[in-house]
């Protein structure tokens, strides 16, 4: 994980902080990120002997505790987040952050700009509705929890953007979550039919194109709807997100071109992965084995 994310190299908190110290008591901590791209940047960080100061940011914050006690005022209250407990921050908030224990705590967050999940949140309940709203700020919420997993796991920075696909899908499930979490929006979405056709031929062009990446505007042209539409009624007659459903037939190339023998880094370049790296990320996460070890047991000494 550590690898796709950039290491901050700005003003305050950012520059202060040393992966070397990470995790030593005292250690002011480390601090990562990636993007924003398309309205979404992810950061992963440690903290310690820090804390951040009274701020405010103009987009959604989700993010969850990974280690430690992650201490915060919000809302003229203070809150503690445990590990594997769900933070949401909403738009234009004030709110500080700093560790509730010696130990220091670590987080990864996503940032996403409220006017994606507006448009993601629309697609979901079938109607103009208000963004969502999460009354209290640490809450445990499997929906959200996996959003974050599954961005910090598709979005391959650097060497090369996260996937169009992937955001749409990221964007996506967060809504669904917020959605979940907002007493006056949840279990009140419209029950609405799916364009089939439509969806029969978004899924042919994704089978005929899992030699590269797609870009969001492609699929929406083939289906004749918007992402986030397409997102919804992909998962409800599918089972899941359009970018997963590219991402494995991607690895059924990747599994076939092993089997015949090729070098991994070209296998990568032949299924469109940013770098073998990538590759070996997302076939790992799939099969649980690396696309080395999968090689051997293939083709034993």
């Not at 669904?176 to 609405?192: H, K, Q, T």
């Not at 998962?235 to 092993?258: D, H």
């Not at 296998?267 to 649980?288: I, L």
Request: hydrophobic share 40%; net charge neutral; glycine share 10%.
């Amino acid at each position: 994980m550590s690898e796709s994310l950039e290491r901050g190299r700005g003003a305050g908190l950012e520059g202060s902080c040393s992966a070397a110290e990470g995790g030593r008591a005292g250690a002011p901590g480390w601090l990562r990120r990636a993007g924003p791209h398309e309205g979404v940047e992810l950061l992963q960080a440690w903290l310690g002997g820090v804390a951040y100061e009274t701020h405010r940011h103009d987009t959604y914050t989700v993010c969850v505790t990974d280690s430690g006690v992650q201490q915060f005022d919000y809302r003229g209250e203070a809150w503690n987040s445990l590990p594997g407990q769900v933070v949401v921050l909403h738009p234009d908030e004030p709110h500080d952050g700093r560790p509730g224990s010696v130990e220091g705590f670590g987080y990864r967050a996503v940032y996403v700009e409220p006017g994606q999940i507006a448009e993601a949140a629309r697609a979901i309940r079938g109607r103009s509705t208000p963004l969502p709203f999460v009354k209290a700020p640490v809450l445990d919420s499997p929906v959200l929890a996996r959003a974050i997993a599954a961005a910090f796991r598709d979005f391959s920075l650097p060497p090369a953007p996260p996937e169009p696909l992937a955001l749409d899908a990221g964007v996506h499930e967060l809504a669904r979550g917020l959605i979940a979490a907002d007493p006056a929006l949840r279990g009140n979405a419209r029950c609405r039919a799916c364009d089939l056709p439509a969806l029969e031929r978004a899924r042919r062009y994704l089978d005929e194109a899992r030699t590269r990446v797609v870009a969001s505007h492609e699929l929406e042209a083939v289906a004749g709807h918007s992402r986030y539409e397409l997102a919804r009624q992909f998962r409800q007659v599918y089972g899941t997100s359009p970018y997963r459903y590219l991402l494995m037939r991607r690895l059924e190339l990747v599994r076939a071109r092993i089997a015949a023998g090729a070098p991994l880094a070209d296998v990568a370049a032949d299924a469109g992965f940013a770098d073998q790296a990538h590759m070996s990320r997302q076939f790992k996460a799939t099969t649980g084995l690396t696309p080395a070890l999968y090689r051997r047991i293939l083709r034993p000494a």
